[in-house]
């Protein structure tokens, strides 16, 4: 049960995590959500026409090692998912709870009003702070940054 959990987690991440190339350098979760949106998006196609041209060239014989062979395919971007539902629950580095807290204080100068964050905070909590400072500071924050 706590697969699903995960993986349900892990979208929910994904949809939270802000696509800004800023991020990109200094997180491995925008790599990722391409990586897993691209192989939601065209695995089941792959995995279809390889299972269909094995069949034909083949035969039947090798209707189960092709099954097996698409089912792989298929599961990648499940295990995409994974990844950011273990991700979005870990803990925040001192360095990378600082330099939330630098955001956070950015926002509040901002006129934005903002939870804090306390020592335990998660990857999940940087991603709703980094998802509304995208969305209310100037782009010369994110130049300095």
Not at 10 to 33: C, T
Not at 67 to 87: E, K, N, T
Not at 121 to 135: P, T
Request: net charge positive; with cysteine.
């Amino acid at each position: 049960m706590q697969l699903f959990t995960r993986i349900r987690e892990g979208h929910r991440y994904m949809k939270l995590w802000p696509l800004e190339p800023q991020l990109a350098s200094r997180f491995p979760e925008v790599r990722v959500i391409k990586a897993t949106r691209f192989g939601m998006t065209w695995l089941p196609v792959v995995a279809m026409v390889g299972g269909t041209f094995q069949w034909s060239t083949l035969g039947a014989g090798i209707v189960p090692l092709a099954l097996a062979q698409a089912l792989l395919i298929v599961s990648l971007p499940l295990q995409g998912l994974y990844w950011l539902g273990w991700r979005s629950v870990q803990p925040l580095p001192v360095t990378t709870l600082n330099w939330c807290k630098e955001v956070r204080e950015r926002l509040v100068k901002a006129g934005c009003h903002v939870a804090p964050l306390v020592p335990h905070s998660q990857y999940q909590h940087m991603a709703c702070l980094l998802e509304r400072a995208f969305k209310r500071l100037d782009s010369a924050f994110w130049r300095d940054m």
